[in-house]
C-alpha cells in the first residue's frame, strides 16, 4: 500500500511520542484519534488532523483503517486489543502489554489465530547503540549483568494510576520493564528469578519504591537488577543501564553510547605492555514508528524486533520479579 491510515486508542503522553515521529514519515497518515479524555484527544485532534472519537468501538467501525496503535494504562490493556484483532487490523501497542498474564495470554492467542503484524513499544531494541553491544556480546561468554532504573518518577500525585500496585504493578513493570526487555534482547532468555523489594521514602503510595532482582539466564549467565523511582526527579542520568561482563571485558550501555572496556597491547617506551582500554561508540538507529509502518505496508514484519509474543515474555519476567519481591521465594519461569 502507499498510505498506511492509523487511529490511535489513547492519546497521552506515550502516544504523542509517537504521533510526533509520525508526522514525519510520508507513509503514514493519522485519520483517528480516541481518548476518554475530551481534551486530551482534541489536542490530538488538531496536532494530526484525525478525526475525534471518544469510544474506540465506533473508532474501529471506520472502513479505511490500516493499522491502529494502542497507548494504555497498564490496567486497561485487554479490551481495546481484541477489538483491533476482530477488526484484523496490525497493532502497535506500548509496553507492558498487560496487568496480568492471562489478559496476555488471551491477546496473544488472538494475535496467532488472526495472524496479524504486532509491535510493542520497546524503543530500546531500536537503538544503534544496542545494535552495537549485540554484535559485540554475539558469541562471547558473558558472566554477569548489572541493570540500573534509578530515577525519580514516584515523587508524584499519589493518586495517579500508575502509584497504584493493582493498576500499574509499579516501577518494576510499568517502567524497568524496559530494562529487563534489554536484558533478554542483548543475553537471551531468563530461567529464573529473585527479589526484595520494600518502600523506603515513598510511603503515601502502596508501590514498592526499591527493587533488588537477581536473575539465572538460560545460557547461565547471572544477573541483577536495581531500580528506585524515589531517587531526585531531575536525574535520569542512572535510568536503563547495563554492565555486561563477558571474557575480559565489560560492557556499559548508556541509552546511545557502548562504552567497551577490554585488554590492549600498547608500545611504550619500545616495550609492549597490556594495558585495560575504553573506547566508546554510539551509531544511528531505525525509527520504531517507521519499522512498523513499513511493516503493514510491505505486510512483512520480519524488521520488528520486539513482536506481541515476544514482549509476553518480558512481561512474564517482569511479573515473576515482582512476585519473587512478595513471596521472598525463587520464581521459576517457563
Known sequence: MDEVKIGF?????????HMRRLSDIAAARIVAVCDLDEARVGAAAVETGGEIYTDFNRMLERDDLDAAYLSLPVFAHG??????IERGLPFLVEK??????????????????????????YQLRYLGSTDIARNELAGK?????????????GRGDPQRWTFQMEKSGGQLLEQATHTIDLMRFLLGEIKEVSARQTSRQLHQIDCPDVHCVSFEFASGALGSLTTTWAADP???????????????????????????TERAEVLEDGETQSQMQTRSQTAPGPNIDQVFVEAVRQRDGAAIRSDYSD??????????ALEAGQSRQTVQLH
Open 9 to 17: 486508542i489513547g492519546c497521552g503522553g506515550n502516544a504523542k511520542g
Open 79 to 84: 479490551a481495546p486489543e481484541l477489538a483491533v
Open 234 to 260: 531531575l536525574d535520569w542520568s542512572n535510568s536503563n543501564i547495563l554492565h555486561v561482563l563477558y571474557d575480559q571485558s565489560m560492557l556499559h550501555l548508556a541509552r546511545d553510547t557502548v562504552a567497551i
Open 96 to 121: 507492558p502489554v498487560a496487568r496480568h498474564m492471562d489478559t496476555a495470554l488471551e491477546i496473544e492467542a488472538a494475535v496467532q489465530q488472526a495472524g496479524l503484524i504486532t509491535c510493542v513499544g
Open 311 to 320: 514482549a509476553v515474555k518480558t512481561l512474564a519476567v517482569c511479573l515473576g
Open 141 to 153: 561468554t558473558v558472566t554477569l549483568v548489572e541493570g540500573r532504573y534509578w530515577c525519580g518518577s
